[in-house]
């Protein structure tokens, strides 16, 4: 159903694809946007070992998108080197396909959206936090991408270390 990769040597392990998932500060996610066009968007986001969860408005472009289909990709890059020299990036990557759903559990929301912000503001307090998330709990909606095939690459320079 996915393609395999062309050039496997560059593959990264899935271990390394679940490391750098949980280490990126961002990631780019994909949808079927309006008229056709794809609907790339930077995003934080939270990964658990299992699941990828973003926050964002209860309407916009990603909703309207999501419920055209649910279908998506996820790019988060762990490394970007520019190397002048070789004209070339030294790069590490990681792609996510899967299925977007809304969070509807409330349990779920509340513990990821706390997980999130724990993980974009680790020296604040679990009251600052607290306060930050109940100041926009009513215009909140959690969404979880569900995935289906994850696959990593890196540059060759990288996998010769």
Same mark, same amino acid.
């Given at each position: +159903?996915?393609r395999? +990769? ?6 990264? &392990?899935r271990?390394?694809?679940d490391d750098?998932?949980?280490? #990126?500060?961002? %990631?780019?996610?994909?949808l079927h946007?309006?008229? #056709? !066009? ?10 658990? #070992?299992?699941?990828? !969860?973003f ?15 649910? &279908? ?6 762990? &490394?970007d ?8 990036t030294?790069?590490s990557?990681?792609?996510?396909? %899967? ?22 503001a680790?020296?604040?307090?679990a009251a600052?936090?607290k306060?930050a ?7 909140l909606c959690?969404l979880k ?6 696959t ?10």
């Amino acid at each position: +159903m996915f393609r395999e +990769m062309r050039r496997k040597k560059q593959a990264l &392990k899935r271990s390394e694809c679940d490391d750098l998932l949980c280490r #990126g500060s961002y %990631g780019v996610l994909a949808l079927h946007g309006d008229v #056709g !066009y794809p609907y790339a968007i930077p995003l934080s986001y939270f990964y658990d #070992g299992k699941n990828i !969860y973003f926050h964002c408005a209860k309407s916009g472009h990603k909703l309207d998108a999501l419920q055209n289909s649910p &279908k998506a990709s996820f790019c988060v890059v762990g &490394k970007d080197q520019i190397v002048p020299e070789e004209y070339t990036t030294y790069f590490s990557s990681v792609i996510v396909f %899967g299925k977007v759903y809304i969070v509807t559990d409330e349990q779920e929301k509340r513990r990821y959206i706390d997980k999130l912000a724990l993980k974009y503001a680790p020296n604040s307090s679990a009251a600052d936090r607290k306060r930050a998330v109940e100041r926009e709990w009513t215009h909140l909606c959690m969404l979880k991408l569900l995935p289906e095939h994850i696959t990593g690459k890196q540059a060759i320079e990288l996998t010769k270390r």
